[in-house]
């Protein structure tokens, strides 16, 4: 038997003496602040979608304008955050690895995404792609259509995502020692074999967090898609807006009803990803 | 295999520069390279693995002009000071890596490969660790795969940048003897990068000593600290103190008092004396030859003690090592006399 003085000692492990003072208070304020910020709204969503009962609830998600909205938002969020996870990794490679004249002006430029008020972003992209926009119409020659259609709202989603996919991968990057990449090649290693086997696999993880962040804001991202989407029913609707729709026509239970099932995607997916980050991070034997 | 660098010049490198360094490593050689850091020691270490192209010379392994082989088909060794190792592989993975990466015509199959692994494992004693991570090892035992990996591709050189620079003492000790025992088992010609001359001179067959970029000599440890070329390679190999003396018809002078030491090949005039601690001993009596001084500080080293004395009346400092059963104190006036020292012209650039 363990005596009781170890025992305890294990339980109380997680009160291990810090630089904080206050264990009590620093506890019961984090618990109330979180209770307060994310958990009891979170829970009032859900309560509010159960009064519509199960099958409320499958009424309004099998319904056909809300199905094809959340393909919508999750289908385009998730291949903006793929798109963005792939060229922001270039980007910070290009940005920490060269150096060049007016590096500091384009790392600064990549935040800007992130710090734009979401409205202003969204309008200069709808004067953009519009059809008589500068962009909007030597494409449309082309026979590409960018406004009110479903690209429209991939290039909006892009666009907000990219500092998450950057910004995540940058210090990696930063910190990868040159002379793992010698090793490789003293080792006989070619340059792409060096990029695949030495430098990639230790920035998953972290590619990986920036693929997550930039699609959980994508699926969020309201501001910036409407005026570039045009919001055809079926064609270009994101959920968000048909979550607004339904409150404009005071119908809160079909609204909160999209909202939790919104939720429910998004939670399933962050879960999925921490899943994969943890058995890559373990895999990296320094979990 | 034979490695010759000749005439290597190397300007703006992120190390430190080269100018005209020229040096032969036998075959089967185990040399080290040594110096003060900003030496060149490094810079020279990565244009023969070929991680830096230099701006002039050659170098040769064997007859093969390697100047311009790119690193990945020189069939080098490289250790470096951080071990530099795969983190996301197993030591296992680490040590295979140089196998698995070759096109599938020169790739040995899986068996051979494990079985080449678990011999690897058995020379750097990591028997039965092969499926930790480096994160899960300690300092040493990653040198050790490091080493291991380098080995694994059978290379024709074996290149050490200051491996055991990042390694406490006591770790650093074994690891040399161990080093010495691996090279003498594999003969691999074999040349390691050091700023400790006691690592230098305990492992190496030879030793070459850098400075500013040049060579100052190049000898065996022996040859290095018996007969240094240059009054930089007698202060950096061990403690020596500078005596400025005057030589005069082929003897030397401190001051007034002429030293019992010959100096036949010395021109006249001012002339700096180097003296190794255990090169002055205590004098009983004042006679010819003798210098007084006070003792100022005795030392505690894990060798022995050592004085620092002040020469009367000039003040000059001395070192000296006391002996054993010396009851010398501090503030003691004492006796001295030279025994032996290393005489250079005496140079504008005082104490190197």
Known sequence: MVPTRERRQTRFRFRRPSAIPGFPLAFGYTLTYLGLIVLIPLATLVMRASTLG?????????????????????????????????????????LVRYDFPGRKLLHAAVDLPFALPTAVAGIALAALYAPNGWLGEPLS???????????????????????FAVRTVEPLIAEIDREIEEASATLGATRSQTLWRVVLPPL??????GFALAFARAVGEYGSVIFIAGNIPYISEIAPILIVIRLEEFNYAGATGIAVVMLAISFATLLVINLIQTWSRRRFGDA | MEIRVEHLSKDFAETAALRDVSVTVRSGELMALLGPSGSGKTTLLRVIAGLEVPDEGRVLFGDEDATHVPVQNRGVGFVFQHY???RHMTVTQNISYGLRVRRRADRPGADEIDTRVRSLLALVQLEGLGARFPAQLSGGQRQRVALARALAVEPRVLLLDEPFG???????????????????????????????????????????????????????????HETPATPFVMSFIGDTTRLPVRARGGSLWYEETPLSLAAPDQGDGPTDLYLRPWDVAFADTAEAGTLSGTILTIRRSAAGRRASISLIPSGQIIEVELPIASLAAVRDPILLRILRGKAFPASEQRGA
């Not at chain 1, 009424?59 to 969020?77: H, K, M, P, W």
Request: glycine share 8%.
């Open chain 1, 54 to 94: 199960f099958s409320g609830l499958w009424n309004v998600v099998t319904d056909e304008r809300v199905l094809s909205a959340l393909r919508i938002s999750f289908g385009l969020s998730f291949g903006a955050a793929f798109l963005n996870a792939f060229f922001g990794l270039v980007v910070a490679w290009v």
């Open chain 2, 84 to 86: 530099a190792l795969f």
């Open chain 1, 141 to 163: 020659h082309l026979g590409i259509k960018v406004a009110y259609t479903p690209l429209g709202i991939f290039i909006a989603l892009v666009f907000v995502g990219l500092p």
């Open chain 2, 166 to 224: 990042a390694l406490d003492a006591k770790v650093r000790k074994d690891l040399r003897r161990w080093l010495r025992e691996i090279h003498e088992h594999t003969g691999q010609t074999t040349v390691f990068v050091t700023h400790d001359q006691d690592e230098a001179l305990e492992l190496a067959d030879r030793v070459a000593i850098l400075k500013d970029g040049r060579i100052e000599q190049v000898g065996t440890p022996e040859q290095v």
């Open chain 1, 204 to 209: 998953a993880p972290a590619i990986l967090t």
